[in-house]
Nanobody
Framework: QVQLVESGGGLVQAGGSLRLSCAASGRTFSSYAMGWFRQAPGKEREFVATITWLGGRTNYADSVKGRFTISRDNAKNTLYLQMNSLKPEDTAVYYC?????????WGQGTQVTVSS
């Protein structure tokens, strides 16, 4: 069992930066792939970025590639999302997720609002 708690969201102007964190509890954190997803008002939840359990492979949505960086610190049981050059269209609730073969553990989300 893994419990996930996101933090670091907030209000930022376009062009600014934020770093999201996801603190995980559970002994199997380091063996799970992790990911960030987001859901904007009136839209479905969408993929943002994923990282393998050793952190050797990352994958990004085209809309964030080159601006966002996903990373993890298994010693601290923490997942990160560094978000630079933020745009108003990045406004959403951001969720972290974990899983072995699929993402079946989810956090409650943290709100990111980018003003123009």
């Amino acid at each position: 069992q893994v419990q996930l708690v996101e933090s670091g969201g907030g209000l930022v102007q376009a062009g600014g930066s934020l770093r999201l964190s996801c603190a995980a509890s559970g002994r199997t954190f380091s063996s799970y792939a992790m990911g960030w997803f987001r859901q904007a008002p009136g839209k479905e939840r969408e993929f943002v970025a994923t990282i393998t359990w050793l952190g050797g492979r990352t994958n990004y949505a085209d809309s964030v590639k080159g601006r966002f960086t996903i990373s993890r610190d298994n010693a601290k049981n923490t997942l990160y999302l560094q978000m630079n050059s933020l745009k108003p269209e990045d406004t959403a609730v951001y969720y972290c997720a974990a899983g072995a073969t699929e993402f079946n553990y989810w956090g409650q989300g943290t709100q990111v609002t980018v003003s123009s």
